[in-house]
């Protein structure tokens, strides 16, 4: 059979170590595939360093439309990055009757429904795998491994430069900004690493994961997102203490009760006795809860050239197999058929429910306690557990650290604002979200 013939757009980490798989493992794949997966074309502007990454035999171009214009092109694989020329690229090869590959996650979470639109109009297949959790294959995990089961919730690590730069502040007590260098180095960071650092990317990614869970558009501007980068060192180590670790997490949940889902990106301290809290470097791990199969758990590199290209290689693989079959029996994008589905509204921060860790500046005087876990008792808010470091000789302020369960969050909000008031709270009350994950 005559070969499929891919155009690789971008030839970055991601685009560089797509070529080297494919070329590494071409005759295994081929034999997947049924038929051979080659890259007739690449593009990147820096026209030099791309003929110097591919050798003789490949087309190197600067313009990626001249790819998705060739009609010699089967697959274009989007791996530039972004909302503007990506999504002039990918739309343009819809457009053009191209299947296409991405890992472009941001493209996908702010204008994928558009794009999936398209795509069903035009018979073609946009496959995303790369886009979350770089090499866990946790896409296909939801949309077809579980379609049996109602979900209920997904909890992950889905971002490694923030799991790196925690992981190796904790571990080495080294400074986020070498740290957050060296993930730049390694190729884990995105362009703009502020989308790693204040949880724009691992937001992108559950707004996907969410849609393909609960059968949603993807709605990301309605995502709770907050990062890493107002945590501090002295909460993580109380979080030790007290047998937790501090996660970035991406929490996405069914609330029946309100008829809507939750979806929130932000610290997390989790019990240190779950695997997920064990984490560690620019690994990812994934949970999904399912009412048939129950607790699950996706674990792998979520980002880096080779692990990344993995996923895209297996949706080069997955639409080469599937191109030849009716549009409208093939495995939908977002899991759900287009005309089923469901408008269930993501719900504001205020209705989450969640458990806190809160770490208060107090004087060390009596009464401090009792006024405190008054407030807490009057808005109906229990405490877990409380801890207080013994303040040092000559020192008249101490921090109280309260673990509370599972309450309300418009509660604690307005519990927070009476403590915040009393004239024995030093400083801005620290607070963050804590997860069971049972
Ligand atoms: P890189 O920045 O390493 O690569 C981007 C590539 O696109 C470069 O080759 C660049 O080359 C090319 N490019 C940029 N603008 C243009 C343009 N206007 N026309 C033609 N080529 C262009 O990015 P990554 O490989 O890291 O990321 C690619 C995608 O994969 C992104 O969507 C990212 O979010 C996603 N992703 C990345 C992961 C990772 O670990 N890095 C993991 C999972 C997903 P030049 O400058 O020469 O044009
Ligand atoms: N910047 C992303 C991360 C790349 O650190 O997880 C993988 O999507």
Redesign the pocket.
């Known amino acids: 059979m005559k070969p499929i013939r891919v155009g690789l757009?971008?030839?970055?980490?991601?685009?560089g170590g797509t070529f080297q798989v494919l070329t590494r493992n071409q005759e295994e794949i081929s034999r997947r595939a049924g038929r051979r997966i080659e890259i007739a074309a690449v593009?990147?502007?820096?026209l030099a360093?791309?003929r110097a990454q591919v050798g003789e035999g490949v087309r190197v171009v600067?313009d990626?439309m001249e790819i998705v214009r060739d009609p010699e092109i089967d697959i274009v694989v989007e791996?530039?990055?972004?909302e503007g020329?990506?999504k002039d690229v990918v739309l343009a090869a819809i457009e053009n009757g191209k299947h296409v590959v991405t890992?472009?996650?941001?493209l996908l979470a702010v204008h994928g429904n558009e794009v999936f639109t398209k795509a069903q109009a035009k018979g073609v297949m946009v496959a995303f795998e790369?886009?979350v959790a770089?090499g866990i294959p946790i896409i296909k995990a939801l949309r077809e491994s579980l379609a049996g089961n109602r979900i209920e919730w997904v909890a992950g690590i889905i971002n490694?430069t923030t799991n790196f730069i925690l992981s190796e502040m904790r571990a080495k007590g080294l400074d986020f900004d070498v740290v957050l260098k060296e993930a730049q180095r390694l190729?884990?960071a995105?362009?703009d690493p502020t989308f790693d650092i204040e949880g724009v990317d691992a937001a992108h990614k559950l707004t996907i994961l969410s849609a393909i869970a609960f059968g949603t558009p993807v709605q990301f501007d309605k995502a709770h997102v907050e990062g890493i980068t107002g945590l501090q060192a002295i909460d993580i180590k109380y979080a030790e203490q007290l047998g937790y670790r501090i996660k970035l997490l991406g929490i996405t949940r069914r609330r029946d009760e309100l008829g809507g889902i939750e979806l929130r990106v932000h610290p997390t301290l989790i019990p240190t006795q779950r695997l997920i809290a064990n984490v560690e470097g620019a690994m990812n791990a994934v949970m999904v809860q399912g009412d048939a199969v129950g607790t699950t758990l996706y674990y792998g590199k979520g980002?880096?050239?080779e692990p990344?290209a993995s996923s895209v290689v297996a949706d080069l693989v997955d639409v080469t197999r599937l191109a030849t079959a009716d549009p409208d029996h093939r495995v939908p994008h977002l899991a759900f058929q287009p005309d089923q589905m469901g408008s269930t509204p993501i719900l504001p921060m205020s209705g989450v429910r969640s458990s806190y860790y809160l770490r208060l500046r107090v004087a060390d005087e009596t009464g401090v306690l009792s006024r405190i876990t008054t407030i807490l008792a009057e808005n109906d808010i229990s405490i877990d557990a409380v801890l207080q470091r013994e303040s040092l000789q000559g020192e008249r302020q101490t921090d109280l650290i309260i673990l509370t369960h599972v309450t309300v969050e418009e509660r604690m909000d307005r519990a927070q604002e009476f403590m915040q008031s009393l004239p024995s709270v030093l400083a801005p009350i620290v607070r963050i979200r804590k997860e069971d994950l049972a």
Do not use: H, Q
């Not at 593009?43 to 820096?46: A, S, W």
């Open positions: 757009l971008g030839f970055g980490t991601v685009g593009c990147r502007r820096d360093a791309a600067a990626p791996l530039i990055g972004g020329v990506a890992a472009n996650k941001a790369a886009a770089g490694g190729g884990y995105e362009a980002a880096g050239a990344t």
